[in-house]
């Protein structure tokens, strides 16, 4: 069984997050499934590319589990957590590099480094009852992701230092008033609402979309991007092999049982 499925819709490239019994939550092996797709969807040509998950969740981030699996040493741990981690930063980077417009169908929670995913993307429309939360303070890693990397350009530092030391949730409303998201709808209307935009697409001319989003992704802004995400993985890496977070992360696990 393959973590991610590919979909077409209209004239899109839907993948979505096929763990739903674990809420999408990521391992290597997704993380290896989702490059393989958004590398297959780039040679098709799509007039857009759409992230959503299965289930309840789009993602809650790296699976707690799988790292607690590699906690018999130190080593394993952070060897573990860079293949993680540094896959995640690479997806990252594969979606500012697609060719064709990237969206999101944020169908549930956004946690921790999967909300990468949704900073990647040109138009997100979330469900009214999702909502975004990093939760990195409450384990004791370091923010991976993008979440120093991409979303202080977003909504600006105060706002996102803020919201990463409080551990803020932030609703779906509040998702759209910081411009991380388009348009929050009810669950149910996700796809008709990203179908939409995939239409609007078709009235235009895909090679100036295209322009458009090299233009703004070029290879400098991209640059920067991934040394800031490499800058996130060292600290991370940094944190995780701490007899602490060890601790941090089994009292989360012990709390959401």
Not at 110 to 126: C, H, P
Not at 173 to 180: F, Q, R, T, W
């Amino acid at each position: 069984m393959s973590f991610v499925e590919t979909e077409v819709r209209e004239d899109a490239i839907w993948l979505w997050l096929n763990r739903p019994d674990r809420h999408n939550a990521l391992i290597p092996a997704l993380i290896s499934d989702l490059r393989a797709a958004i590398a297959a969807a780039a040679e098709r040509d799509p007039e857009a590319l759409v992230l959503s998950g299965r289930g309840s969740s789009f993602s809650t981030g790296g699976d707690l589990g799988g790292f607690l699996d590699h906690a018999r040493s130190q080593i394993e741990l952070r060897a573990y957590a860079d293949l993680l981690v540094g896959g995640l930063h690479d997806t990252i980077l594969d979606l500012l590099a697609f060719p064709a417009p990237v969206m999101a169908a944020v169908n549930g929670p956004v946690t921790g480094g999967s909300t990468g995913l949704m900073l990647a993307a040109d138009l997100v429309a979330i469900a009214d009852t999702a909502f975004v939360q990093p939760y990195y303070s409450a384990v004791g890693f370091g923010p991976d992701g993008g979440w120093t990397a991409l979303l202080p350009d977003r909504i600006g530092t105060a706002r996102a230092l803020a919201i990463q030391y409080r551990n803020t949730r932030i609703s779906a409303a509040e998702v759209v008033e910081l411009g991380l998201a388009a348009q929050a709808c009810p669950g149910a209307g996700l796809i008709d609402t990203v179908n939409g935009w995939v239409a609007d697409l078709g009235r235009g001319f895909a090679q100036t979309h295209q322009a458009t989003r090299q233009n703004i992704w070029d290879g400098l802004r991209r640059e920067t991007v991934r040394r800031r995400l490499d800058q996130e993985k060292t600290r991370f890496l940094d944190l995780v092999g701490r007899q602490g977070t060890l601790q941090g992360m089994k009292d989360f696990t012990r709390k959401r049982a």
